[in-house]
């Protein structure tokens, strides 16, 4: 059953789709032939992916894109939760940022030439916002420097999703001391790509070196601080999602074994003590799924409070779904910590999402924040 509950007819649809399509092209089974590939998916499937509209949600229609209602993160949400689910690789979350600050704030050309390749597949763009250890520091690892035409780019952005098999990096900077972004094609002269061990198995992370590297005048993202603070909402809200997908996968996973598995003649989920435990984690799965289904509504809709919405999802999250893998690896025992089962897979996951787009700490601070209360700084 999806998250979010309230759905229409043509939502219900596309997820279905969406759901059918990743259990036949790459269900979590046949994602472990990728971990040990440096490329990480294959961009044919990533073309199929964008036939059925992975990547224009975010993306207006009169630009090439288009939503299946008229929340395009709630669509948005629909794929993510799936991908959670199955442990799916691929830039689906950094992909569809930074498409969408492209499409709000990017010059002519990018719009007419960038986009559609985008939306088809058949570009891959990522988001470079973080700093070497993948702290938020709103481009400030980053400056620009005007030259004849254009700019020249230098410093550093660390744990960028899909760095190696990317065409474009939307990497975050600033120009005169004011936060920009810019579009960077990989293969151009004084940038070079690192690549980093990763928890979780099916993503590539890199460290992304750039060193004078030029790009023309009309490369410049606009949109300043504003806009990196609303996509860096986005993608913590689509990466909550993606942890409950895994999360539910885990509960379900183990309330299945609870049944199955048998101690002292009897299934070991009729014992008091496991019971409890599993009543504990229904709970905090539950109102995961709330926390989500309000940070979409509110960042979906415009609303006054939704940055104070999607960091107290994020947060609570973030922590919940830890604890839940956790005690689901303790429930199944020894077998859950063996590399032939997928528990440790979902774990990998919801582990990573938990720091990747601001940690639980720094969640919680940005909320205190909100208030007046602390700086709005801690990591």
């Not at 073309?47 to 992975?54: I, Y």
């Not at 030259?147 to 600033?174: C, N, P």
């Not at 859950?336 to 897979?345: A, V």
């Amino acid at each position: 059953m999806p998250i979010q509950l309230d759905l229409t007819d043509d939502q219900a649809l596309f997820h279905e789709t969406t759901a059918r399509f990743i259990e036949t092209e790459l269900p979590r089974e046949r994602t472990r032939a990728l971990h040990d590939d440096p490329a990480g998916f294959d961009r044919g499937w990533l073309t199929k992916a964008a036939e059925l509209g992975w990547f224009s949600m975010l993306v207006p229609e009169e630009l090439g894109g288009g939503s299946v209602s008229d929340n395009g993160l709630a669509d948005a949400a629909l794929i993510a939760e799936e991908l959670g689910r199955q442990v799916q690789p691929g830039p689906f979350i950094p992909m569809n940022v930074a498409l969408a600050a492209v499409a709000a704030h990017g010059a002519d050309r990018p719009k007419a030439e960038l986009l559609p390749a985008g939306v088809a597949g058949q570009a891959v763009v990522t988001w470079a916002f973080a700093d070497e250890r993948g702290g938020w520091d709103r481009g400030a690892g980053v400056t620009l420097a005007a030259t004849g035409g254009g700019f020249a780019v230098s410093g550093v952005r660390g744990h960028v999703q899909d760095a190696g098999q990317a065409d474009w990096l939307l990497v975050a900077g600033t120009l005169d001391g004011e936060a920009v972004q810019v579009l960077v094609p990989t293969g151009a002269a004084g940038l070079v790509r690192e690549p980093l061990t990763c928890l979780d198995l099916s993503r590539r992370m890199a460290t992304v070196r750039l060193d004078g590297v030029e790009v023309p005048g009309d490369a410049l993202v606009g949109g300043g601080t504003a806009a990196l603070d609303h996509q860096l909402r986005q993608a913590a809200v689509l990466a909550a999602v993606e942890t409950v997908g895994a999360m539910d996968t885990l509960f379900t996973m183990t309330v299945e074994y609870s049944k199955d598995r048998i101690a002292f003649g009897r299934p070991i989920g009729s014992f008091q003590a496991l019971k409890h435990v599993m009543a504990d984690l229904a709970l905090e799965l539950e109102t995961s799924k709330a926390a989500v289904t309000a940070a979409i509504e509110a960042l979906g809709r415009g609303a006054d409070a939704a940055a104070e919405v999607v960091s107290m999802a994020a947060a609570y999250v973030g922590e919940q779904g830890n604890e839940l893998a956790q005690q689901c690896l303790q429930i199944h025992g020894g077998i859950g910590y063996t590399w032939e089962h997928d528990l440790h897979l979902l774990m990998r996951r919801v582990q990573t999402n938990s720091v990747l787009y601001g940690s639980p700490t720094w969640h919680r601070e940005q909320v205190c924040a909100f208030h007046g209360l602390g700086t709005g700084a801690a990591r």
